[in-house]
């Protein structure tokens, strides 16, 4: 038995547990049979018949790298332990659905890294999460992340948060904000503004000085912008990550419905990776529409349009040397990088660049709903994000005291790479350093 | 939260004359803060209101009438908002004082002192509900009567055109975070004044109530993996991975709602399949006034949107979405608003429109449809189209056009800027 093996079968999730109570192999069967067959796309068997597992895709995975090269957390042997034992025809067996749970929900970001260095292009992140569709399907799904989806669907935001609380959170915000410009005023429910800001529950529940900060950003620099009052403020989803891809459906129409409702130019939403791809890529996608019904850019694109058309002046750069990480959701998924950059460059005097950095950075081992499997699998996770940890301290010892990252999760991921690792660093949203910087 | 107007006779005995009165910025307000979009006129608007935030502890509803430049001031309060056209001349609104959240309509109070309330919503025949929330205890109020039950929690409050009934999703069971097991045996069902139905599902979406007030209906999720629609507390004999909020026809005989079967999504009604297509996707269905007609929008292929009317797809096409069809009052015309190519249209009878606007807002049809108005903003200005040319200045803010009862004008209220003051302004338009 292998260390890695075996901490799959010592994994002690009630979710996992709960569901695999229930183990029925012929409905299991039949659930795979369904999503292979009718709702996988063609890139599924593609994939599979063009994967040659030559391994060169290893190298690029942070688990595989920070686990010493065990071949079971390389991109490819992860295929091998989750997907293909389910669709070889061979019996499955509670251990079987257990592990393919286990490395499809907590041993794999969904980062897409490993597809940039597969020369047959490859989407490890797509075969992964035919996994956890099957393993939603079959109710086998870590407790945390299925609080948080059910959280999802029956409150469309994925903090329990009641319709007053986002109401109240919205005055109490603007109430504040007051108090330093007695002239502001927090929009909601303004029909025809330009811009809809979106956030993700997160923000009202732990980061109320967020949406304050917002506030005070799109006075100074004149946009006519709106919270909206109702469900569909919220553009996260866990959703796509457990698998349940009916409720990001109705996730992603009740924040587009909104924005279509208030009669918005564009969509701008707060720092969030997950989000960006939910909203920009797969969500939107999957109920029919082939690009966002409304334009939508992210925070990072946002402040690169306010930076570069000096809609706001930043009075003094930030003196404290930064370096910067790269959300694979915005970087990989869509390229955000260098607009980052320049961000950067206007509100800090020095980056230090992470090595690899860019669309090679690695991934923060939060994302794909990682961290939202909760403390069962947080120990999981940060081992296996040594190598975070050591682009981090080179970053350090080359002198830089804060990280930036325009991404929710990350900031939980670093954070916790951060703690475990005893690295001296402070974690910042772009948002935070802008309205140091800026003047108000 | 959008100006909802009535077209029933008895609201409307105002002259057609135009007239305009001056509305001040307040001089410690900046012009740019000055919240002229939340300029609400009265149905026959011939008063115009706007809650203005004095200072931060202090906020007014100033109130002017056409032809009077001096407004009417009432009490101050810490914050207004949801203000919404009430009857002919009248609002209502919610207010928050230092005792707490109340709604005032017909200028009174209503006599409750919620710790908070949000979502005031008026029906066609002037009745005014809102959610309240007191203790961590939820309870929609009908026209300051609260219903016999509060919740755990409450939402998408909506209210039967022709009565005084209401309905809304309440959540029945305590949930707390990290309950699974809960979760899943159901925690929420559709509520009433009369009190919730006995069934709890795991989630409960989109309630729809007759006209009469007699019939409900949501779409619910009853297992993890199965939607269906819940009319009058029964479930339809069949469920779906996925459905779309219900709608019930006028005379509150039939029920329908799209489902997800397995070619695809189609229309289905009282519990059964209707329309013979299936489609990339089918959302917002909408019964004509008369119930005779049904239409919804369609996607026949990816990234491909159309409205179908009673099964047909229509020809034209957009790349972008299309909004909720609309019907005229007599049922003969139907649009909607969209976008193509990245600008805005408008589709009517099948016909697209694009232009010279950036935004459209839902057509609205003279009675027996004659006549088609469309509001349109170009830029920072609004316009209106009527029957496709552009016939009126621009405005900096304009309520939704609305047809006089007799169908001899059509009536438009907005502001414009003079120098550092704002006008509010009614106008006609005589149609032939
Ligand atoms: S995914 Fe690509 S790089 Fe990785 S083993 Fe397969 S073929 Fe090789
Ligand atoms: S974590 Fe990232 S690099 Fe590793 S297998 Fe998953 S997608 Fe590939
Ligand atoms: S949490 Fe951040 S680094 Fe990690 S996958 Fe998401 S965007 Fe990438």
Not at chain 2, 98 to 125: C, K, R, Y
Not at chain 2, 218 to 233: E, L, M, S
Not at chain 2, 293 to 316: E, M, N, Q
Not at chain 2, 388 to 404: I, K
Request: with cysteine; glycine share 8%; hydrophobic share 35%.
């Amino acid at each position: 038995m292998t260390e890695s093996n075996q901490r799959i079968i010592d994994a002690d999730d009630k979710g996992l547990d709960a569901g695999l109570a229930l183990f029925d192999e012929a409905k299991v069967r039949r659930i795979i049979k369904k999503v292979v067959d009718e709702e996988a796309s063609p890139r599924l068997k593609a994939y599979l018949s063009t994967c040659v597992h030559c391994g060169l895709c290893s190298d690029s995975c942070h688990y595989y790298l920070s686990r010493d090269k065990d071949p079971a957390y390389s991109p490819a042997g992860k295929v091998k332990e989750c997907l293909l034992p389910l669709i070889s025809g061979k019996k499955i067996t509670p251990a079987i659905l257990k592990k393919a749970a286990v490395v499809a929900y907590t041993r794999c970001n969904l980062c897409k890294r490993c597809s940039l260095y597969c020369t047959l292009g490859v989407d490890i992140a797509y075969l992964i999460s035919v996994v956890r569709r099957i393993c939603h399907l079959c109710g086998v799904v870590p407790h945390y992340i299925q609080d948080t989806a059910n959280s999802h669907s029956a409150t469309f935001n994925q903090m329990w948060i009641k319709d007053d609380e986002w109401l109240d959170c919205l005055y109490w915000q603007e109430e504040e904000a007051r108090e330093e410009m007695p002239e502001i005023s927090i929009p909601v429910e303004h029909e025809g503004a330009d811009v809809m800001y979106s956030v993700i529950g997160p923000e009202p529940k732990f980061r109320a000085q967020l949406i304050y900060q917002a506030a005070v950003i799109m006075e100074k620099a004149g946009i006519n912008w709106t919270f909206p009052g109702t469900r569909g403020w919220d553009n996260s989803d866990m959703c796509m990550y457990t698998g349940d891809y009916e409720t990001m459906g109705r996730l992603k129409k009740a924040h587009f419905d909104t924005a279509i409702r208030l009669k918005v130019n564009r969509i701008v939403m707060g720092e969030c990776g997950h989000a960006f791809r939910s909203v920009f890529d797969t969500g939107n996608r999957y109920i029919g529409w082939k690009t966002p019904p409304i334009p939508i850019v992210h925070a990072v694109e946002f402040y690169h349009e306010l930076l570069t058309e000096n809609k706001i002046t930043i009075k003094k750069k930030l003196a404290t040397p930064v370096t910067f990480h790269d959300p694979c959701n915005i970087v990989r998924g869509s390229g955000l990088h260098e607009m980052a950059r320049t961000v950067v460059g206007h509100i800090c005097e020095t980056l230090i660049e992470m090595e690899p950095n860019r669309e090679h950075n690695f991934c923060c081992g939060a994302g794909g709903g990682v961290i939202n499997c909760g403390p069962p699998f947080k120990n999981e996770r940060v081992l296996g994000n040594r190598v975070k940890a050591e682009q981090l301290m080179a970053a350090k010892a080359k002198g830089a005291d804060i990280v930036i990252t325009p991404c929710h999760n990350c900031h939980g991921g670093l954070e916790d790479i951060i703690q475990h690792y005893g690295i001296d660093m402070e974690i910042k949203f772009l948002s935070d350093i802008i309205y140091e910087t800026m003047e108000i | 939260m959008s100006t909802i107007r009535g077209t029933s006779q008895d609201i409307w005995d105002s002259p057609t004359d135009s007239s305009r009165c001056l509305i001040p910025c307040p001089t410690n307000t900046p012009s740019h803060h000055f919240p002229f979009w939340k300029i609400t006129p009265s149905r026959d608007g011939t008063r115009c209101a706007i809650p203005m935030q004095i200072t931060p502890e202090e906020c007014r509803l100033y109130t002017w009438t056409v032809g009077n430049d001096t407004p009417e001031i009432s009490e101050p309060c810490l914050a207004i908002t949801d203000l919404h056209p009430l009857s002919k001349e009248e609002f209502s609104f919610l207010q928050h004082t230092d005792e707490g959240w109340t709604a005032v309509t017909h200028q009174e109070p209503w006599d409750m002192e919620a710790e908070f309330a949000w979502n005031l919503i008026v029906s066609d025949q002037g009745v005014t509900a809102c959610q309240t929330q007191d203790d961590r205890r939820y309870t929609p109020i009908v026209d300051a009567t609260p219903w016999s039950t509060s919740y755990e929690s409450s939402f998408g409050l909506t209210l039967s055109t022709a009565s005084h009934r209401s309905a809304a999703v309440v959540q029945t069971v305590p949930l707390t975070e990290g309950d699974l097991t809960t979760f899943l045996s159901g925690c929420f069902t559709l509520g009433t004044e009369e009190g919730p139905w006995p069934g709890h599902y795991i989630g409960a979406f989109n309630p729809a109530i007759s006209a009469d007030g007699t019939r409900t209906a949501v779409d619910a999720r009853i297992t993890q993996y199965d939607y269906t629609i819940i009319v009058d507390g029964q479930p339809w004999s069949s469920a779906w991975p996925s459905v779309w909020g219900p709608i019930i026809h006028p005379d509150g005989k039939l029920v329908c709602a799209p489902v997800k079967e397995p070619k695809g999504w189609t229309l289905a009604c009282d519990g059964k399949p209707f329309w013979p297509g299936h489609y990339v996707q089918l959302w917002e269905p909408a019964f004509s006034p008369n119930g005779q007609r049904i239409a919804a929008v369609i996607a026949p292929h990816f990234g491909i949107w159309t409205l179908a009317l009673d099964g047909v797809p229509w020809k034209s096409r957009v790349d972008g979405y299309l909004t909720k069809p609309v019907f005229s009052p007599c049922g003969s015309r139907v649009g909607c608003t969209g976008s193509h190519k990245g600008r805005a249209v408008i589709l009517i009878d099948d016909c697209l429109m694009s232009g010279n606007f950036d935004k459209a807002w839902d057509p609205i049809f003279s009675q027996y449809g004659k006549h088609v108005a469309v509001k349109i903003k170009k830029g920072p200005w609004f316009g209106l189209l009527l029957n496709g040319a552009e016939v009126h200045r621009p405005f900096l803010w304009m309520a939704d056009p609305f047809f006089t009862p007799d169908g001899n004008h059509l009536m438009i209220c907005g502001v414009e800027k003079e120098g550092s003051h704002y006008i509010y302004t009614r106008e006609f338009i005589a149609l032939n």
